[in-house]
Structures are given as C-alpha cells and as structure tokens.
C-alpha cells in the first residue's frame, strides 16, 4: 500500500464497516435506512469536493453506456419471461428506493476515484474490491444464520459469492470505462426487486448460479468491446478463431443460465440416497423431464418420477395409480425399499419424469449438503 492514493477515503470505510457491524446486527432498519444513505451522502459530498480542490475529473465515459442499457434491458424481459414459466411469489423485501440507490450511487463513484487513481496497482485494486465486498455484505443475516450451517451455507453461496462476483465486475468496468457502466448495471438489477410487488419464484441454488455467471457474461460481452476498440478490430481484419471464442462463451453461458433456472425441459438434481439403486445411487446427477399437466395424468406404471415433499426433491418409481374425489394419486417405492412410501403422490408435487443420470458427479455437492445439514441424508434432494 506504499503507492496508495485516496488513503483517508479508504480509512474512513474501513472504520465504518468496524463500527457499524455490531450496529447493524443491533438496529437493522435504523441502519438500512437512515445512518448508511446519510453515510454515503457524506461520501459523495467529500469526493465533490476533494475532486475540485485537486481539479480531479471523474471520468463519466458515456461511449458503451448503451450496451449496458441494451443488457440491462434483455435482462428484465428474460427475468419477465421466466415468471412467466416459473411463476410469481409476494415480493417480501422492505427496500425503499433512497435508502437502496444511494448507497449504490456512493459506492461506484467511491470506487472509481480510488480505482482510477490506482489503475496501475494491481494489490490495490484487490483491496478495494475486497472492501467493497465487505461494506455490502448483510451481517445481520449473517450472524443469525451462523447456528443454522445450512441456512449459512446457503446465504453464502446465495449472497455472499454472487456479490464477490458483482464486485470484481464493477471493478474492471470502472477501470475499462467509467462508474456509469457499473453504476447502470447495479441500479438495473435492484429496480426490479425495489418497485415490483412480485418476483420470479426460483430456490437460492438457481439465484447463486445466476449470481456468479451472470456477471461472467456481462464481463465477457464487454472484454470483447474493449478489446476491439483497443485494437481498432474490424469485423473484417478480426481473427475468426476470436469471433468463434467470443460466441461460443456467450451461448454457453446463456445455455448454463437457463438450464439451472429450469427454462428449458429439463433440469438436474443431486442424488443423495441409494433408495434407487442400483440403477441409480448415491452422487448421481439426474436429468429430468418436466411434464405438462396432460401428461402429468397419464404417467406409464414404472416410470421414475421427481416430486417434492416440503422442500425435497425425491425420484423414486411409480408402482400404481389411484384416483380420490376424482383426482389422481401415484404410489411411489425406491428400487431398494422394501416398502411402498408411505404418502400418495399428487400430480401437483411432480415435477417431472427422470430421463437419464451421470455418474458420480453430484459427490461434492453431497458433502456440502451433510456438513451443514450435520445429518445422513435419506432423500434425494437438490
């Protein structure tokens, strides 16, 4: 930190995120609403200030702010879509739109006067990013979760990991542009949650998933701009083993983003029991098939089904049919089970019919899942 420049700046969030962690945990919507927008309005008004006693310009590079806007775009009616497919819950976050922006506002413009003033400072850069990731994180929820480590593990994953990733991409578009590409980016992505009465229902797994690769993609659109424009790349002089990379990466993630929100017809899950074997055991992932309510009727004897109990996701095989107060009941058995299950299976808990499995690949996300849930587990569960 020899070279650092913008040290106070960097101090003064430092001790802020020290003395306002136990606050935060104590006093959560003081906190949110009124002492960290007023905390950031400070900041804002010192960089105001700081930049004109040292006739610093803060760079506000408009050239790709359009592509961000497109993207913002496309990611709204793709999140649109998926309510569509996925279906709508009750929007249950207490955000308000100035305790929301404006500490978003005073985060991207804080950091691309430190950013900007340390471009060369590669370990600088790692710290600011680090800190930022630090000044958002919700400690509250954080240390009340700490005694459930399932519920932790899945806020880090759900929370935490994504807004590493947020951070990391803000950081290179604020060196790469200006703190209008970031700042656009952020804004977008809480409008949703911050004037809709509604959200997509989908599980943290798929909301971690698309944390981590939707920054990737946006990262990879813009490396690819840049890259042109540093290197004046036509379409005609631009290598086509570049094109194809470029392409390539875009589908594939788009591909992944969609697969886990479970846009396509299938879907995987994670085998956690061997009541199926021994076609299917243990650390398989299954591919299932997602079925209309037609077919959801009309199931053949013997075909193995994923259904939900709660919040479990089981695949075992249908062993009968039975109709009660004229709807349509399955009996359910794993292939291992010497019994038949002991609860009817509603058409309304089934969310497809299994496909084919991969071998062995699930065991990582097994052994996450029985560190924190600190038990065996006897279901298959995503």
């Not at 995120?17 to 606050?23: G, R, V």
């Not at 788009?254 to 956690?272: D, Q």
């Not at 650390?283 to 199931?299: H, P, Q, T």
């Not at 109990?309 to 075992?316: C, L, T």
């Amino acid at each position: 930190m020899r070279y650092l420049k913008g040290k106070k700046l960097l101090i003064i969030i430092i001790c802020y995120i020290f003395l306002t962690i136990n606050f935060i945990i104590k006093y959560t919507k003081i906190y949110t609403n009124f002492i960290n927008p007023l905390f950031w309005c400070c900041i804002l008004i010192y960089l105001v200030i700081d930049c004109q006693k040292k006739h610093v310009r803060l760079n506000k590079n408009k050239k790709y702010l359009k592509y961000m806007i497109i993207i913002s775009c496309v990611h709204t009616v793709i999140y649109l879509y998926l309510g569509v497919l996925l279906g709508f819950s009750k929007n249950m976050y207490d955000y308000k739109f100035i305790s929301t922006i404006i500490p978003i506002i005073g985060i991207e413009v804080t950091r691309s006067v430190i950013a900007t003033r340390n471009k060369n400072n590669r370990l600088v850069l790692t710290f600011i990013t680090i800190l930022f990731v630090l000044v958002e994180i919700k400690y509250n929820q954080l240390v009340g979760l700490y005694i459930n480590r399932e519920a932790f593990f899945q806020f880090i994953c759900e929370s935490i990991i994504p807004l590493i990733a947020y951070n990391i991409l803000c950081t290179y578009l604020t060196l790469q542009s200006s703190f209008l590409l970031p700042l656009t980016y952020r804004i977008s992505n809480k409008l949703i949650i911050l004037v809709s009465p509604i959200l997509v229902n989908i599980d943290w797994f798929v909301i971690a998933t698309t944390g981590v690769l939707s920054p990737i993609l946006v990262y990879y659109i813009f490396k690819y701009r840049f890259t042109k424009e540093k290197y004046n790349i036509n379409k005609k002089s631009q290598s086509k083993y570049s094109k194809i990379i470029n392409i390539v990466t875009i589908i594939v993630s788009i591909n992944i983003i969609c697969f886990m929100l479970g846009v396509f017809k299938y879907k995987p899950i994670t085998i956690l029991s061997n009541s199926m074997a021994p076609d299917i055991e243990r650390g398989d992932v299954v591919i299932f098939k997602k079925l209309d309510e037609k077919a959801l009727e009309d199931i053949p004897l013997n075909t193995v089904i994923i259904y939900k109990i709660g919040n479990q996701n089981i695949a075992h095989r249908i062993v009968d049919k039975v109709e009660k107060e004229d709807k349509i009941f399955y009996k359910t058995k794993g292939d291992q089970n010497n019994l038949i299950d002991g609860n009817l299976v509603g058409i309304e808990q089934i969310s497809g019919m299994y496909v084919f499995h991969v071998k062995y690949i699930g065991f990582p996300a097994i052994w996450l899942y029985e560190y924190f849930n600190n038990k065996d587990a006897k279901v298959e569960i995503k």
